[in-house]
């Protein structure tokens, strides 16, 4: 009899999209094993259901699953990364980053017009700080209303509430094959993405060497490295996903570059830097940036945000 191994997901369609590919994956590598499924709801998911209270709070997405690993009720959890806090449960430890698909914000516009073609005072939805930031900075004069959901939700909320265009993840849409309905990829000079964004994880008990040695199997260095130098600016900044901070590594050759955005919430200031180096130093540029964005203004943006 073949081992079961259990996969731990949210049961959007999304994360079933991403735990179901993890599953392919792993059992073309390893045909030996069964890989089963087991959907996990969390309080992410039930707060989209009830109201928005509690939105941006770290780990809304994560934190039943992280249970459900450490009770040993599933084996492995996968995650988008943009969803993890830095700092994960005591025992737990990623142990791989799949490779990244694209990690550019895009426009899904109503009457299929970018972003500069839209009219003056055009209403925008999107819940992220950092997206609103970086959009009012480029377009003041946009209006941003808050709209959440899983994809297929705010395409249709869109609809419903006649708003010119929403601002979501490309990789959301083309997973869903959805990507018909992009209007525009938001290049990085107008939109930095999320620590994270494109990028799927594999969250394990750190004890349990069979498992990590399966996540290992699928683990992309490039985009491992480029993640790791992502979240190191996010720790260092004590930043999560309710702060206006951006932060995107990539490898070109044998570098890695990474670039980190911290902006005012009304976007009239944006703090923004960039720093290179060896892969294998991505913790330590990570931090070295963040140090570089505070010291250029970020620090006071942040202690201003932070205030009650």
């Not at 009219?119 to 808050?146: C, M, V």
């Not at 018909?180 to 000079?189: A, D, E, F, K, N």
């Not at 930095?192 to 394990?204: D, F, K, N, R, S």
């Not at 702060?243 to 990474?258: E, I, N, Q």
Request: with cysteine.
């Amino acid at each position: 009899m073949r081992r079961k191994v259990n996969l731990g997901t949210r049961g959007s369609a999304l994360a079933l999209w991403q735990a179901e590919w993890v599953r392919g994956e792993l059992a073309r590598r390893r045909p030996d094993l069964d890989f089963g499924l087991v959907i996990v709801k969390t309080r992410g998911d039930r707060i989209k259901e009830v109201g928005p209270a509690g939105i941006g709070e770290q780990g809304l997405f994560v934190k039943e699953l992280e249970e459900a690993l450490l009770a040993g009720e599933i084996d492995l959890a996968v995650h988008s990364m943009k969803d993890v806090p830095v700092a994960t449960a005591p025992g737990l430890v990623i142990g791989a980053v799949t490779e990244r698909a694209d990690p550019r914000d895009v426009l899904v516009s109503a009457g299929g017009v970018t972003l500069t073609g839209l009219p003056r005072g055009a209403r925008l939805g999107t819940s992220s700080l950092r997206r609103k930031a970086q959009l009012w900075h480029f377009r003041p004069d946009l209006i941003l209303e808050d709209l959440r959901g899983n994809v297929p939700t705010r395409l249709a909320r869109m609809r419903e509430r006649g708003l010119d265009g929403i601002i979501v993840a490309a990789a959301g849409l083309e997973r869903l094959n959805l990507a018909g309905h992009i209007t525009q990829y938001l290049p990085y000079s107008v939109c930095l993405p999320a620590a994270g964004q494109g990028a799927i994880g594999l969250e394990v008990r750190q004890d349990d060497e069979q498992m990590l040695a399966l996540a290992a199997l699928v683990n992309h260095p490039p985009t491992a490295a480029a993640v790791t130098a992502e979240r190191a600016l996010l720790g260092a900044l004590q930043a999560g996903c309710r702060l206006p901070v951006a932060a995107f590594g990539r490898l070109s050759d044998t570098v890695l570059h990474l670039e980190g955005l911290i902006a005012s919430p009304d976007g009239k200031t944006v703090i923004r830097s960039s720093l290179s180096g060896s892969p294998g130093e991505a913790r330590a540029i990570g931090r070295a940036l963040a140090e570089e964005l505070l010291h250029l203004g970020g620090e006071e943006i942040l202690r201003q945000v932070r205030q009650p």
